[in-house]
Nanobody, 127 residues
């Protein structure tokens, strides 16, 4: 049984920073392509970023590119999302997810492509 547990969310002022973590248990992190998604109230879940198994390839949604950085430490079985220059529109519940296919392509931006999900962590950015 694979489990993903997010942490690091909270309340921050616009322009501030947060670092989200996603601890993976049950199987080694290096087996999966990993992604971060978010969902704001009344909106669909949307792609934020994804990272290949070795960390050599990353994808970002346009609105976070240059502000957010996805990374992974396979030795620690942990995925990260460093979020800088946060904006009120970044407010959402953030979820980490694992894709058992093990390779990245355009479908790595689709929630339906991912097999395992965490419970989410709330990020609130005040103006």
């Amino acid at each position: 049984q694979v489990q993903l547990v997010e942490s690091g969310g909270g309340l921050v002022q616009a322009g501030g920073s947060l670092r989200l973590s996603c601890a993976v248990s049950g199987r080694t992190l290096s087996s999966y392509v990993m992604g971060w998604f978010r969902q704001a109230p009344g909106k669909e879940r949307e792609f934020v970023a994804s990272i290949s198994r070795t960390g050599g390839t990353t994808y970002y949604r346009d609105s976070v590119r240059g502000r957010f950085t996805i990374s992974r430490d396979n030795a620690k079985n942990t995925l990260y999302l460093q979020m800088n220059s946060l904006r009120p529109e970044d407010t959402a519940v953030y979820y980490c997810a694992a894709d058992i296919r093990g390779y990245m392509d355009s479908r790595s931006k689709l929630p339906g492509q991912y097999d395992y999900w965490g419970q989410g962590t709330q990020v609130t950015v005040s103006s």
